[in-house]
């Protein structure tokens, strides 16, 4: 997400797909590289701050790698 500074209602949409569908096939996404204020408050806006869990948006690729560790390291 490096290169996306600001996020519309069809990019939120296309991320609620997405995030639904992994939901449904039990896979954990994570945002890497979300630097970007206006595309955390759209995150928000559209709850998928919480559906996605804050955890699980980062603003690195090492802690977006690092992040999925700890995911796999719990099972």
Same mark, same amino acid.
């Given at each position: 997400?490096?290169?996306?500074?600001?996020? %519309?209602?069809?990019?939120?949409?296309?991320?609620?797909?997405?995030?639904?569908?992994?939901?449904?096939?039990?896979? $954990?996404?994570?945002?890497?590289?979300?630097?970007?204020?206006?595309?955390?408050?759209?995150?928000?806006?559209?709850?998928?701050?919480?559906?996605?869990? $804050?955890?699980?948006?980062?603003?690195?690729? %090492? %802690?977006?790698?690092?992040?999925?560790?700890?995911?796999?390291?719990? $099972?």
């Amino acid at each position: 997400m490096r290169h996306v500074p600001v996020m %519309d209602a069809t990019g939120a949409r296309t991320l609620e797909e997405v995030e639904h569908e992994c939901q449904h096939q039990g896979i $954990k996404l994570i945002l890497a590289e979300v630097r970007s204020e206006e595309v955390i408050q759209e995150l928000a806006r559209y709850r998928l701050l919480f559906r996605i869990g $804050k955890a699980n948006i980062t603003t690195t690729m %090492d %802690d977006a790698l690092h992040r999925a560790g700890e995911i796999l390291g719990e $099972k």
